[in-house]
């Protein structure tokens, strides 16, 4: 086990390594001037001003210099400063980091909650109503966009009953109740899309688990449907299951950043959004490559959960 974690962690090297570049070199191919971004749309600038700016950040060297330049300042711990505000990467996403962080946990556990529970049902009552129900369900989740549902919670409930959402983000350990208050409508919009996929997953391995011979043999002993689905089912089933969830951290971020944009929370997704527009080139490299780093940490500790699952798993 531990050889294979060391070369699991030797090869995020690499891999890191890979990501740099191609954030790098495609955030400069995003369109626009950023020199004239951090001018002002409406300034009028002389080619020997527009170098002087590019002197001053650094864009007149050449591009694997600025890459190389920017590697150095990642390696010390330095995540550069905003080409907008001038305010330090590093200083910002800490403020804004645990508010995505308590955002995105919440999310997944609302997700898991509903989505691990109805799709053991649904494939323990196979061809009822609650297994149409639950189907149905798992496929309009899918359907639904969260920018769409995030828009109609909204608008629709101050329309028709006169009552919004709080848009004023309260910090948790100074108030969490307000905290919560504000969080939970996204948090549970979140959650109900991601549900969808884990929810079909989960029942698709139920069907297949609950048919294979050991659990026929289980049955056969006359144990109870409780006992044969807790101790011999649940198990292998969620095998594949925990493979979904890890792979939906980066469809969390995806969510967070539109989900906090419509509901005024003051998180990382916000935050690369507005550094996206203003084409701030040290918010988004610095932002892409931690969630990149977590992505990486995150399959890491999904392969590792296989052993604790089955047994049978060995990591030579």
Aim: charged share 15%.
């Amino acid at each position: 086990m531990s050889r294979y974690i060391l070369r699991r962690l030797i090869l995020v090297v690499p891999t890191m390594i890979g990501v740099t570049i191609l954030v790098f070199l495609l955030i400069r191919l995003m369109p626009g001037d950023l020199v004239q971004q951090i001018s002002g749309e409406n300034a009028i600038l002389t080619e020997e001003e527009r170098q002087e700016v590019r002197e001053e950040l650094g864009l007149d060297k050449p591009i694997y210099q600025q890459y190389f330049i920017w590697m150095s300042e990642i390696l010390r711990g330095d995540l550069g400063n905003s080409l907008q505000t001038k305010v330090a990467v590093g200083a910002e996403l800490k403020n804004r980091l645990p508010v995505t962080l308590e955002l995105g946990i919440l999310a997944i556990i609302l997700s898991l909650c509903v989505s691990l529970p109805i799709g053991v049902l649904a494939a323990i009552r196979q061809d009822t109503i609650l297994d149409y129900v639950a189907r149905s369900g798992a496929i309009a989740f899918l359907s639904i966009p969260s920018f769409w549902m995030g828009t109609l919670v909204v608008v629709l409930p101050s329309k028709w009953w006169g009552w919004a959402p709080p848009l004023y983000y309260k910090d948790l350990w100074v108030d969490p109740v307000d905290n919560l208050y504000m969080l939970i409508i996204p948090a549970a919009i979140l959650g109900m899309l991601l549900s969808g996929t884990v929810m079909r997953m989960t029942r698709a391995q139920m069907l297949e688990v609950l048919r294979q011979d050991y659990v026929r043999t289980a049955w056969s002993k006359g144990l109870r449907e409780r006992t044969v689905v807790t101790r011999h089912a649940i198990k292998n089933a969620f095998i594949p299951v925990v493979t979904i969830v890890g792979l939906q951290i980066p469809i969390l971020v995806g969510g967070t950043v539109i989900l906090e944009s419509i509901f005024g929370v003051p998180g990382v997704g916000r935050y690369l959004l507005f550094s996206i527009g203003s084409l701030d080139y040290p918010v988004v490299q610095a932002i892409v490559l931690i969630v990149a780093g977590a992505v990486v940490l995150t399959n890491l500790a999904v392969d590792l959960t296989y052993a604790y699952l089955d047994p049978r798993i060995r990591y030579a």
